[in-house]
């Protein structure tokens, strides 16, 4: 599965959107993107995952670029219950791994 | 049914005790995983089961021991563990194109102590 590059932290005012970069330059054709989420002390938490077009849900939406070497994921009006880690993770149909990053720690401000 | 339930919460363990972490899914998922958490790192994947079979160890120390005894429950017994050891465990299941819940779908985790 492709290696994915995340900033190691982030800041978001409440209301506003917050805009989540990832790099996965070596990702190949056959290799999803999906995101997940994990708020102190819990589990991950599935988000949304997308091949190459654009996808929305009612927790975020996701971008990926024409050639698929990066994606944001945006969640519109950031809530303090969304200050979390954000894992980007590529991974292909076959095989049983989901393996994580380091992620991006988001917090979001009052 | 969109859990994966975890017990327990917490444990507190000798170095000589024996004890298990239990893990409960109805999802109808047929593959379910262990993972290791130390404090502000990702999770790591140890032990994946494929149709109650194991399909991946992750080189883990044969002080865990995992166990599916049937398609919804997922064990791990500990024996003998070292302090190092402590650390968040989350089981996981995932789902597939089609199912009720699609993707992975962890449990909040047992947090060990072991002292």
């Known amino acids: 599965d492709a290696k994915t590059t995340q900033p190691t932290s982030m800041d978001c005012a409440e209301g506003r959107a917050a805009n989540l970069p990832c790099n996965h330059s070596t990702i190949s054709g056959n290799e999803y993107v999906y995101w997940y989420r994990q708020i102190h002390s819990q589990g991950p938490q599935y988000i949304i995952h997308g091949l190459k077009n654009n996808e929305t849900n009612e927790m975020a939406s996701l971008i990926i670029t024409e050639d698929r070497k990066s994606s944001t994921l945006i969640l519109p009006h950031a809530t303090l219950r969304d200050t979390a880690v954000y894992y980007c993770i590529v991974r292909g149909t076959s095989g049983s791994r989901l393996t994580f990053g380091e992620g991006t720690q988001l917090t979001v401000n009052p | ?115």
């Open chain 2, 1 to 115: 049914d969109t859990e994966v339930t975890q017990t327990p919460k917490h444990l507190v363990m000798g170095m000589t005790n024996k004890k298990s972490l239990k893990c409960e899914q109805h999802m109808g998922h047929r593959a379910m995983y262990w993972y290791k958490q130390k404090a502000k790192k990702p999770p790591e994947l140890m032990f994946v089961y494929s149709y109650e079979k194991l399909s991946i160890n992750e080189s883990v120390p044969s002080r865990f021991s995992p166990e599916c005894p049937n398609s919804s429950l997922l064990n791990l017994h500990l024996h003998a563990l070292q302090p190092e050891d402590s650390a968040l465990y989350l089981c996981a299941s995932r789902g597939f194109r089609g199912s009720m819940v699609y993707g992975y779908t962890f449990g909040s985790g047992t947090r060990l102590t072991v002292v």
